[in-house]
């Protein structure tokens, strides 16, 4: 079945259209206050909607409905749930378009070549999932000869899915799709600042699964998130978000003993030998670093530790790829680089670049300031490469989440290893070289969720996707993610005798 929906391509259109709305029990409602919050597009300073205002009333609503279509869709076979989860990866794929362009007007996320491309893929995590419910088994177990002994999986019931604004439809889909395959009911709070791209693809995804099963509510952390982590029937969050928003929502859920997964910070360290490719490590470290995502990536490369022998000519190779970039209005085909998500994060980012510079850093800014005319309140930051810092600064430290990265120059592999471990965080990592035993003893020694030898590849289903350290707890996008996360397993014992 397609989307009964017409793509609206006018994004400013579209979140006229969705504003005021939660999506509960299959239907676009208001907030229980009827209150609402405005959205902003970073590009130009404007109000392009008002977002539904979430609060405890909203969540139990949409709980409820939850619960309620659960009872039927636990009892619908396992691979019929998926071919559903695979049919609204079909429906999605007939949107793309308005989604990428509405995601582009409410994040600041330049269309071509960050928008469309998370659009795309978005329809991927589905069909991925979607053909995943046949797996749902059990096991049987030597027990007894007399006692037919097997364990089963079953749903752990409703799943709250807290969500970010830098990637939010496919960090969404990646929790929603095996989580709705599982045969649970799911609850999603989407990130403040990009309620409407979440909602919509929502809104499509209802036009194909029973009213309730799927619902989405808009509103901020405390007000509307925290309620979803507390209720009581909520059996399962999963989170994706800041550190510290991550120790509050595991506190919360310790006191009620329900699981958490958590996908939180990062400050991934890209090593780059004297022996590696400089040209494909530059383009490495441009895709890595997610400069075209100004940076606002959990595993962007943003320690680039490079050999001492290539430190000079890399700085200079990188510059110059990134001096080519193109800064502007995100909906501009020809934009690379987008603006910055929020003020917040703007100042926030602004400080960081400040405090390099007063710790003896080198700012070296790339790219030209966009033309000003019509975006003279966006968000722009130009992007920065830092030289002259070491791993002890606050830079190398902290994830600044927008478009800065320290290069730190480095002589000695061992000492290189021990710097990059030298990190609360432990999402990524990648190594550049040409030497195959010394990219095998990297690979074995980086402490982080996600490790790759000369290349910089983004999360895709099917690769087990998650950090440790204070990166998080547990790992998402694949087969046993879903079975771990979304189900549980019941021993079953039938006395033969
Ligand atoms: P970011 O810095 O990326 O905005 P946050 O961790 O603050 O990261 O936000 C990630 C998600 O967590 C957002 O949807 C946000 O609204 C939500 N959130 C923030 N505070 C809380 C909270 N106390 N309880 C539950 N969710 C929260």
Same mark, same amino acid.
């Given at each position: 079945?397609?989307?009964?929906?017409?793509?609206?391509?006018?994004?400013?259109?579209?979140?006229?259209?969705?504003?005021?709305?939660?999506?509960?029990?299959?239907?676009?409602?208001?907030?229980?206050?009827?209150?609402?919050?405005?959205?902003?597009?970073?590009?130009?300073?404007?109000?392009?909607?008002?977002? &539904?205002?979430?609060?405890?009333?909203?969540?139990?609503?949409?709980?409820?409905?939850?619960?309620?279509?659960? %009872?039927?869709?636990?009892?619908?076979?396992?691979?019929?749930?998926?071919?559903?989860?695979?049919? $609204?990866?079909?429906?999605?794929?007939?949107?793309?378009?308005?989604?990428?362009?509405?995601?582009?007007?409410?994040?600041?996320?330049?269309?071509?070549?960050?928008?469309? *491309?998370?659009?795309?893929?978005?329809?991927?995590?589905?069909?991925?999932?979607?053909?995943?419910?046949?797996?749902?088994?059990?096991?049987?177990?030597?027990?007894?000869?007399?006692?037919?002994?097997?364990?089963?999986?079953?749903?752990?019931?409703?799943?709250?899915?807290?969500?970010?604004?830098?990637?939010?439809?496919?960090?969404?889909?990646?929790?929603?799709? @095996?989580?709705?395959?599982?045969?649970?009911?799911?609850?999603?709070?989407?990130?403040?600042?990009?309620?409407? $791209?979440?909602?919509?693809?929502?809104?499509?995804? &209802?036009?194909?699964? @029973?009213?309730?099963?799927?619902?989405?509510?808009?509103?901020?952390?405390?007000?509307?998130?925290?309620?979803?982590?507390?209720?009581?029937?909520?059996?399962?969050?999963?989170? #994706?978000?800041?550190?510290? #928003?991550?120790?509050?929502?595991?506190?919360? &859920?310790?006191?009620?003993?329900?699981? *958490?997964?958590?996908?939180?910070?990062?400050?991934?360290?890209?090593?780059?030998?004297?022996?590696?490719?400089?040209?494909?490590?530059?383009?490495?470290?441009?895709?890595?670093?997610?400069?075209?995502?100004?940076?606002?990536?959990?595993?962007?490369?943003?320690?680039?530790?490079?050999?001492?022998?290539?430190?000079?000519?890399?700085?200079? &190779?990188?510059?110059?790829?990134?001096?080519?970039? *193109?800064?502007?209005?995100?909906?501009?085909?020809?934009?690379?680089?987008?603006?910055?998500?929020?003020?917040?994060?703007?100042?926030?980012? %602004?400080?960081?670049?400040?405090?390099?510079?007063?710790?003896?850093?080198?700012?070296?800014?790339?790219?030209?300031?966009?033309?000003?005319?019509?975006? #003279? %309140?966006?968000?722009?930051?130009? @992007?920065?490469?830092?030289?002259?810092?070491?791993?002890?600064?606050?830079?190398?430290?902290?994830?600044?989440?927008?478009?800065?990265? $320290?290069?730190?120059?480095?002589?000695?592999?061992?000492?290189?290893?021990?710097?990059?471990?030298?990190?609360?965080?432990?999402?990524?990592?990648?190594?550049?070289?040409?030497?195959?035993?010394?990219?095998?003893?990297? #690979?074995?020694?980086?402490?982080?969720?996600?490790?790759?030898?000369?290349?910089?590849?983004?999360?895709?289903?099917?690769?087990?996707?998650?950090?440790?350290?204070?990166?998080?707890?547990?790992?998402?996008?694949?087969?046993?993610?879903?079975?771990?996360?979304?189900?549980? %397993?019941?021993?079953?014992?039938?006395?033969?005798?």
């Amino acid at each position: 079945m397609s989307s009964t929906l017409t793509p609206v391509l006018d994004p400013y259109a579209l979140a006229k259209e969705l504003s005021g709305k939660h999506l509960i029990g299959g239907k676009l409602v208001p907030a229980a206050s009827g209150k609402t919050f405005d959205v902003v597009n970073p590009a130009k300073g404007e109000v392009v909607g008002q977002a &539904a205002y979430g609060e405890a009333a909203d969540v139990d609503a949409a709980v409820r409905a939850a619960a309620e279509a659960q %009872k039927a869709w636990k009892m619908v076979p396992a691979r019929e749930r998926g071919r559903l989860v695979a049919e $609204c990866g079909r429906a999605l794929t007939e949107h793309k378009e308005e989604l990428a362009r509405l995601i582009a007007l409410e994040t600041g996320k330049a269309l071509r070549t960050e928008s469309r *491309v998370e659009a795309n893929v978005l329809s991927d995590a589905f069909t991925f999932f979607g053909g995943l419910g046949g797996e749902l088994k059990g096991e049987t177990v030597p027990f007894n000869p007399k006692m037919l002994t097997m364990t089963v999986r079953e749903p752990v019931g409703i799943v709250g899915a807290i969500i970010p604004w830098n990637v939010p439809m496919m960090l969404m889909a990646l929790k929603i799709a @095996p989580a709705l395959v599982a045969g649970n009911g799911v609850v999603v709070k989407s990130a403040e600042e990009a309620p409407f $791209c979440v909602l919509r693809a929502c809104q499509i995804m &209802a036009q194909v699964l @029973p009213p309730g099963i799927l619902n989405i509510l808009s509103g901020y952390g405390p007000e509307c998130g925290a309620p979803l982590v507390s209720h009581p029937k909520v059996g399962k969050i999963t989170f #994706t978000g800041s550190v510290e #928003t991550g120790k509050i929502v595991s506190r919360t &859920a310790a006191d009620r003993l329900i699981p *958490v997964t958590l996908e939180l910070g990062g400050k991934s360290p890209m090593i780059v030998m004297g022996d590696a490719d400089l040209d494909q490590a530059v383009a490495g470290a441009i895709a890595g670093m997610r400069f075209t995502r100004q940076g606002q990536s959990c595993t962007a490369a943003s320690r680039i530790f490079v050999h001492s022998s290539i430190h000079d000519q890399f700085v200079q &190779a990188l510059k110059a790829k990134v001096d080519a970039m *193109v800064m502007g209005d995100p909906l501009d085909e020809k934009t690379d680089i987008g603006t910055i998500v929020s003020p917040d994060q703007f100042k926030k980012v %602004k400080a960081y670049i400040d405090h390099g510079v007063t710790e003896g850093g080198t700012a070296h800014s790339c790219s030209a300031m966009p033309e000003l005319e019509g975006l #003279t %309140k966006g968000l722009f930051v130009q @992007p920065v490469i830092f030289t002259g810092l070491t791993n002890a600064s606050r830079l190398a430290r902290e994830e600044i989440f927008g478009p800065v990265t $320290c290069v730190i120059k480095f002589d000695d592999y061992e000492d290189v290893i021990a710097q990059a471990n030298d990190t609360e965080f432990g999402l990524a990592a990648t190594i550049w070289t040409r030497d195959l035993r010394t990219a095998l003893d990297a #690979t074995q020694r980086l402490e982080a969720g996600f490790v790759q030898v000369n290349q910089n590849l983004v999360v895709q289903p099917n690769l087990s996707y998650g950090g440790v350290k204070s990166s998080g707890l547990g790992k998402e996008a694949t087969l046993e993610a879903m079975l771990e996360h979304f189900t549980h %397993k019941k021993t079953i014992i039938i006395n033969m005798a």
